[in-house]
C-alpha cells in the first residue's frame, strides 16, 4: 500500500525514493542480523523496540527547513519500502514500525526528536537520520542509549570516528571527495588556485578541511 502523502503526490525526485528504497532493504538486512542475534519471542519484550511481532524504527528527516527537496523524498522512501518489506513478511515474523520526525535541519530539534523517539516511541534502532549537525548533536543520545545508529544521511568524518561497535556509516568521508575533486580539477582544468565557500558548521567544515 502507498501512502498518502504519496499518492498525492510528495515523492520528489524518483532516483532519490528509489535510492532510499533500496538503501532501507539494506537496513532491513542489518535489522534481521541484529534482531536475530539471540532476541527469541520469550525474551523479545525485555528488549527495547522488539515484541513478538514488531521491531519499531525511529528517524529524523528535514521535512520544514532548508533541505525539505532532499528530507521529503528520503521519508516517503523509506515508507514505502518499509511497506514493502512488511507486505514480504517482515524480518523474521517481525513487521517494522517506522517512526519519522521533523529537525527541521535544527540541531536543537533533532535532540527533542531523538529524545521522543528514545523515550516515548521505544525505538530498536536510529535509521537513516538526516544531516551531519543534527546527526551530531543526537547520535551520542542513541548511542548512550545502548543502541544502534545505522547509515546517517551525512558524510561527516564523525559518523565513524572515534570507532564505536554501533555506529554504521555508508558513505566515504566528505574531505576525501573534496581532496579528489579538486585534485581533478586541477588536473584536467589547468587551475592552480581553488576557491573555497563552505557553510558555517559541522558540515562546512568537513567539506573544508
Not at 511497506?83 to 540541531?107: Q, T
Not at 521522543?116 to 543520545?141: E, N, Y
Amino acid at each position: 500500500m502507498i501512502t498518502e502523502s504519496i499518492r498525492n503526490g510528495i515523492v520528489g525526485d524518483k532516483r532519490n525514493w528509489r535510492d532510499v528504497m533500496t538503501n532501507m532493504h539494506s537496513i532491513a538486512v542489518i535489522i534481521g542480523f541484529i534482531a536475530g542475534m539471540g532476541i527469541t519471542s520469550s525474551v523479545a519484550g525485555d528488549s527495547q523496540g522488539i515484541s513478538d511481532n514488531e521491531v519499531v524504527i525511529g528517524t529524523h528527516q528535514d521535512l520544514s527547513g532548508p533541505i525539505t527537496f532532499w528530507g521529503v523524498p528520503v521519508r516517503n522512501g523509506m515508507i514505502m519500502a518499509t511497506e514493502e518489506i512488511n507486505a514480504g513478511g517482515g524480518i523474521h515474523g517481525r513487521n517494522l514500525k517506522l517512526v519519522v520526525e521533523d529537525s527541521g535541519y535544527d540541531p536543537k530539534k533533532a535532540v527533542l526528536a531523538t529524545q521522543k523517539l528514545l523515550t516515548r516511541d521505544k525505538i530498536f534502532i536510529m535509521a537513516g537520520a538526516m544531516g551531519t549537525p543534527t546527526v551530531l548533536a543526537s547520535m551520542p543520545m542513541v548511542l548512550k542509549k545502548g543502541l544502534p545508529h545505522i547509515f546517517p544521511l551525512t558524510a561527516a568524518e564523525q559518523m565513524y570516528k572515534p570507532f564505536h561497535k554501533l555506529k554504521f556509516s555508508m558513505a566515504a568521508p566528505y574531505h576525501a571527495g573534496m581532496r579528489t575533486g579538486i585534485q581533478w580539477l586541477v588536473e584536467n582544468n589547468n587551475r592552480s588556485v581553488v576557491c573555497s565557500m563552505h557553510q558555517d558548521d559541522e558540515f562546512g567544515l568537513n567539506v573544508h578541511r
